[in-house]
């Protein structure tokens, strides 16, 4: 899993840049409608890149970028008028409607940037933690025929939906599937 963060107000614009993602092999962390939803998925992975557009439900890149200084870099996705409003010594600009190699050029950038100077190791779970995750993944794994990748996303999309730890979310999975 890469360490992305894909955000917009728009589902449809959400929509676009995930399967043009997935089109060139990389997988985000996560999809966000909201800064705080952005803002909490980067401080759980430690740092990262967010992919977002000027306006998310509620706040504009330039606050997600002043929240995320020193933990991550953005890269925004907007019209050039928008761009005009951007600042931020950890945001970069990128025109929509744009070309595919100049988007994964900016983002390859971004991605070599975060990880000389932005990474700060997610805090690690207790062993005890990562075997409650590990036994709702396998359960989901064998009762939904899902792949591991697949079981993790599923309990970290759950996770932030309801606002829950993803431990907490998979004690829930286990408990619905052996009660």
């Given at each position: 899993?890469?360490?992305?963060?894909?955000?917009?107000?728009?589902?449809?614009?959400?929509?676009?840049?995930?399967?043009?993602?997935?089109?060139n092999g990389l997988a985000?962390?996560?999809?966000?409608?909201?800064?705080?939803?952005?803002?909490?998925?980067?401080r759980k992975m430690g740092?990262?890149?967010?992919?977002?557009?000027?306006?998310?439900?509620?706040?504009?890149?330039?606050?997600?970028?002043?929240?995320?200084?020193?933990?991550?870099?953005?890269?925004?996705?907007?019209?050039?008028?928008?761009?005009?409003?951007?600042?931020?010594?950890?945001?970069?600009?990128?025109?929509?409607?744009?070309?595919?190699?100049d988007f994964f050029a900016?983002?390859?950038?971004?991605?070599?940037?975060?990880?000389?100077?932005?990474?700060?190791?997610?805090?690690?779970?207790?062993?005890?933690?990562?075997?409650?995750?590990?036994?709702?993944?396998?359960?989901?794994?064998?009762?939904?025929?899902?792949?591991?990748?697949?079981?993790?996303?599923?309990?970290?999309?759950?996770?932030?939906?309801?606002?829950?730890?993803?431990?907490?979310?998979?004690?829930?999975?286990?408990?619905?599937?052996?009660?």
């Amino acid at each position: 899993m890469d360490r992305i963060v894909v955000a917009f107000a728009n589902e449809e614009a959400q929509r676009r840049i995930l399967r043009l993602l997935e089109s060139n092999g990389l997988a985000p962390a996560g999809c966000c409608f909201s800064g705080a939803e952005a803002i909490r998925l980067i401080r759980k992975m430690g740092s990262g890149v967010v992919v977002c557009g000027f306006k998310l439900r509620d706040m504009t890149a330039n606050d997600l970028a002043a929240s995320l200084r020193g933990t991550a870099a953005l890269l925004v996705v907007s019209s050039a008028v928008n761009l005009d409003y951007c600042e931020g010594e950890n945001l970069y600009k990128l025109a929509s409607p744009t070309s595919r190699s100049d988007f994964f050029a900016s983002l390859d950038t971004l991605l070599q940037f975060e990880s000389k100077h932005l990474r700060h190791p997610a805090p690690k779970r207790k062993e005890e933690e990562q075997k409650v995750i590990q036994r709702a993944k396998e359960l989901l794994m064998d009762i939904n025929r899902m792949t591991e990748a697949e079981a993790h996303r599923f309990l970290q999309k759950r996770s932030m939906d309801a606002g829950l730890k993803m431990v907490e979310t998979a004690q829930m999975v286990i408990d619905s599937y052996t009660h």
